[in-house]
């Protein structure tokens, strides 16, 4: 049948409970019994046993017994920790670890570099009149109170003067130099000292050559020509005139003394840097401005050499 039936039930008598019954044993301290000849250094007893162990410093060798003194392979340096590890000494071994430096504002919390909130550390500087704020790796300190424009709040919470010339990166344009003054700053023409012969440029960025013969400042002087150059001038003589190293001028040549006969077919009379041929009574200037014609025969005319810059041509 799949009906299941009550248990029975039965009852152990005293007399039987006291014969069953396993006799308690007492455990013996056998640290107690054998005090020193058990363990080196300390003894605990355990149910049925004891255990040995060692003073700080001092591992328990294979033995189960006696201590030898532990060995800090950092010190040794007896340990395989990586170059970029830190070792730790530990009871009878060593641990490696990431070596992690921080930088400031951060700290190391369990290998890895948190934000220091000097705010809540009190380990800022901010003065009186002034709110910390941290940020990461820092702290801000911002006023209670706000100054004008141009000014800013020091560490004692008084509105200073803000140096715009050196704060700002680019104060002034190029050519220009920035002058601080009290809340602001303006920008001035810059002051360059040129050498002999150029100025500064519109700018002010650069020195550059003066043309002194278009300003008018050169020293050349009557029948002499103004040639500029860099930082200076020159002076050449015009036509018509020599120069005479002596005196360092220019003078006049006299066509008519130097080349008598040669120049004019009869008069000549010297002039500034040239000559003028002129004809006596009966004859006239021809068209080369050299020559004379007879006024009534236009046959009589004379053959004269003529005068270039360089040389005489017949």
């Not at 430096?101 to 951060?106: D, E, L």
């Not at 820092?138 to 803000?162: A, E, M, P, R």
């Amino acid at each position: 049948t799949d009906r299941k039936l009550p248990k029975e039930a039965f009852s152990i008598s005293a007399t039987d409970e006291a014969a069953n019954a396993v006799e308690e044993q007492e455990d013996e301290d056998e640290c107690e019994l054998y005090q020193g000849q058990l363990c080196q250094h300390t003894c605990t007893n355990i149910w049925g046993s004891y255990r040995c162990g060692c003073h700080q410093g001092y591992i328990l060798q294979p033995d189960g017994h006696s201590c030898a003194p532990d060995v800090d392979e950092c010190v040794s340096n007896t340990h395989r920790c990586r170059p970029s590890d830190r070792c730790v000494n530990t009871v009878g071994s060593f641990v490696c670890r990431p070596q992690v430096t921080c930088p400031a504002g951060y700290q190391l919390k369990n290998t890895i570099c948190q934000d220091i909130d000097e705010c809540m550390m009190r380990a800022h500087d901010c003065g009186e009149g002034y709110v910390c704020e941290n940020i990461a790796g820092s702290f801000l300190c911002k006023s209670k109170h706000k100054c004008i424009s141009g000014f800013t709040q020091d560490s004692h919470g008084n509105c200073v003067d803000i140096n715009e010339c050196s704060s700002l990166s680019v104060p002034c344009s190029p050519g220009l130099n920035c002058i601080n003054t009290v809340g602001s700053y303006s920008c001035q023409q810059k002051i360059i000292t040129c050498n002999r012969g150029y100025r500064a440029s519109p700018d002010g960025h650069e020195c550059v050559d003066m043309d002194e013969c278009q300003m008018g400042t050169h020293r050349c002087g009557r029948g002499q020509i103004c040639h500029n150059t860099p930082g200076s001038f020159r002076c050449d003589c015009q036509t018509g005139y020599q120069f005479d190293a002596l005196r360092k001028a220019c003078n006049d040549v006299n066509e008519c003394w130097r080349y008598p006969g040669r120049v004019c077919a009869q008069t000549c009379e010297n002039t500034p840097g040239s000559y003028y041929c002129s004809c006596t009574a009966g004859f006239s200037l021809a068209a080369d401005g050299k020559n004379c014609e007879g006024k009534h025969d236009s046959f009589l005319f004379f053959l004269f050499p003529r005068l270039t810059e360089n040389n005489l041509e017949a």
